[in-house]
């Protein structure tokens, strides 16, 4: 099977590579030639001052919103009182595209970085907190009658039941947001700002600058793909005792 | 527990905080009306927006590219999900294809996709099927897989076939989790519908939000904000509505899988 998509992969590049030596829309670039111009942009330091801009913005705003979404999340699930307080308002607005917010958020915060890890902030806040309230929603009665039954307060049982059931629900959470994080920092960048891949990417669109487009376009997919596996890299290595779904 | 008084309040106390701390933000006069418009000023122009058609025209243009990129994604996803649940081939071939680009942000396609779909409408129609399609194909990858083998045997052994399988047997038992994805996907929909178009375009709610900035008209940019948040409400509590009415014989609350 390894070896089928090892093929199918070869086999898809091949086709590329081949129908651009027949001659691509000048949009398209073939994939020696984008490897070709990512290597060359890793030699300078240009990239590199936009990959970090990017991840300045995108790594707080995941970092406040995730946080921020667990801590009340895994508050609502467990006190009631919270839960009717907070949830009317997070799943009315749940729906709603955040980015939209952007506008108001540079009047308030100005167009700096603030307003944009703000706006990531409140993306990713989202998913967490429904899979933290979730998560603690679905602990099994049995496991907390048990703690009970061994004598457990109520602080010991949220500490080593409720968290260590909801921690799967959470990481799930955080893996959209991650990539929820991406998305609005690419679309903040492209909307406005003066440095990142999201800016690197609208330089190239207005100069036909095709190589540095798709070089953009390389840097952030791997930026994502490598979030991604961090993310589940952690989720693997703290909660070791859970089952891992296939 | 107390079932009345505060207590029944509650989930409208935050709403009514915000909204009060706003209008009093509005009216100090410690901020310039440009940073917080008074309440009276957003709603009369959210009166405006419904009563104009030119401004309603903006909003079904909108809806439209989310609806189109949405359904177009639930065609083709439900179709692929099915595929690699019910063969291995084709689970092995694209199951690392799907899960691998997944945290990729199809976003960064855009300015790509501009120039082969065009800046119209098309570009962001393919933009919301491509970013749909994933949350779709991956649900309801996992409804196919998670069918109820028992099910399945019972149906062979009263001789149905494979389509008939699939018809009477794989789809109503992975419907729950497809409509799950299809939770997922309807705001994604709106989100890169309102990106898109903020980021280029000359039509469209996202659009509106961006022009009404550039003219300073703040409550008007904040109206739109308040249709854009209505329509993605509205739109998922029309799935809830649909799957409510399709699927009683299970729900699947989880919101990411």
């Not at chain 2, 509106?208 to 308040?226: E, F, N």
Request: proline share 4%; glycine share 8%; aromatic share 12%.
């Amino acid at each position: 099977m390894a070896l089928a998509k090892a093929s199918l992969l070869a086999a898809v590049l091949l086709a590329w590579q081949l129908a651009a030596l027949h001659g691509l829309p000048q949009y398209v670039l073939s994939p020696l030639e984008i490897v070709r111009y990512f290597v060359q942009a890793l030699g300078s330091a240009e990239l590199y001052e936009h990959i970090w801009a990017s991840l300045a913005r995108s790594l707080p705003g995941f970092a406040i919103g995730s946080l921020l979404g667990a801590a009340l999340g895994l508050a609502a699930g467990v006190a009631r009182s919270l839960e009717r307080l907070l949830s009317p308002a997070v799943f009315l607005t749940y729906p709603v595209p955040k980015i939209v917010m952007l506008p108001i958020f540079m009047l308030w915060f100005g167009i700096g970085d603030l307003s944009k890890v703000l706006i990531i902030a409140l993306a990713c806040f989202y998913p967490v907190f429904i899979n933290a309230y979730y998560g603690v929603r679905a602990t099994p009665t049995i496991l907390v009658w048990s703690a009970l039954n061994m004598g457990a307060g109520r602080g010991e049982i949220f500490r080593r039941v409720v968290v260590p059931s909801a921690a799967p629900m959470i990481f799930a959470g955080m893996r959209v947001s991650l990539a929820l994080s991406f998305i609005v920092m690419f679309a903040a960048e492209m909307i406005n700002a003066r440095s990142g891949l999201g800016h690197l990417i609208r330089i190239a669109e207005n100069s036909l600058r095709f190589d540095l487009m798709y070089v953009s376009l390389l840097s952030i997919a791997i930026l994502g793909y490598a979030g991604d596996r961090l993310v589940r890299f952690a989720h693997r290595r703290l909660l070791a005792w859970q089952e891992q779904p296939a | 527990m107390r079932r009345f008084g505060l207590y029944q309040l509650l989930p409208f106390v935050l709403v009514a905080v915000a909204l009060i701390a706003w209008e009093a933000a509005a009216r100090s006069g410690l901020w310039s009306k440009l940073l917080f418009p008074s309440l009276a000023s957003i709603f009369r122009e959210l009166i405006l927006f419904v009563t104009n058609s030119a401004y309603l025209m903006e909003a079904w243009v909108s809806l439209e590219r989310a609806l189109g990129g949405f359904a177009l994604a639930a065609v083709v996803g439900i179709f692929i999900g099915m595929l690699m649940g019910r063969s291995k081939l084709a689970a092995g071939l694209l199951d690392p294809l799907f899960s691998g680009t997944y945290a990729v942000p199809k976003l960064a396609l855009f300015p790509i996709f501009i120039f082969v779909f065009g800046i119209g409408s098309l570009s962001k129609v393919a933009l919301v099927f491509l970013e749909c399609l994933y949350p779709i194909v991956i649900m309801s990858y996992q409804g196919a897989r998670s069918v109820n083998r028992v099910l399945l045997w019972s149906a062979q052994n009263m001789g149905a076939s494979r389509g008939e399988a699939l018809r009477r047997v794989v789809i109503p038992a992975s419907a729950p989790f497809i409509f799950a994805g299809f939770r997922v996907a309807v705001p994604v929909a709106m989100i890169v519908v309102v990106i898109t178009e903020m980021v280029s375009s000359a039509d469209g709610l996202g659009y509106l939000v961006i022009y009404s900035l550039s003219s300073l008209r703040t409550d008007r940019m904040l109206a739109v904000v308040v249709v854009t948040a209505l329509l993605g409400y509205l739109l998922d509590k029309a799935v809830v509505l649909a799957r409510d009415r399709l699927i009683y014989w299970g729900k699947l609350d989880t919101y990411y899988v």
